[in-house]
């Protein structure tokens, strides 16, 4: 089942990703562009009745189409993030935090 978009912002908005409109339609108010950051990187959510996509570092840059977004700490490596599907299928991960034990090995402070 697709997620509609007021699921989504409101899924960003719980997880701290400060998630914001961009490109209103001025005619209608509308607008089907989400901007949201992980840590310093923007990222973008474009909501589609059928499909949605996500795009990485620019709006306009390539894009992973999905059609549901949930929140996941189990995978990988027990890491707190996003998970993104398709037909059923994994297609990204986006990390929102690591396990102290994760930030040691990587060498930087919890994120």
Not at 54 to 60: V, W
Request: aromatic residues 16%; contains cysteine.
């Amino acid at each position: 089942m697709l997620q509609n978009i007021e699921e989504l912002v409101l899924l960003l908005k719980e997880s701290g990703c400060n998630p914001e409109m961009v490109n209103i339609d001025r005619n209608t108010g509308f607008s089907r562009t989400i901007k949201f950051y992980m840590g310093e990187m923007a990222c973008y959510i474009k909501w589609y009745c059928n499909e949605s996509t996500l795009s990485i570092g620019g709006e306009f840059a390539s894009y992973i189409p999905f059609t549901v977004m949930t929140l996941n700490d189990t995978w990988p490596s027990y890491a707190t993030g996003f998970k993104f599907w398709h037909d059923g299928n994994a297609v990204a991960y986006l990390t929102l935090k690591y396990l102290d034990w994760q930030c040691e090995k990587l060498g930087k402070g919890e994120e």
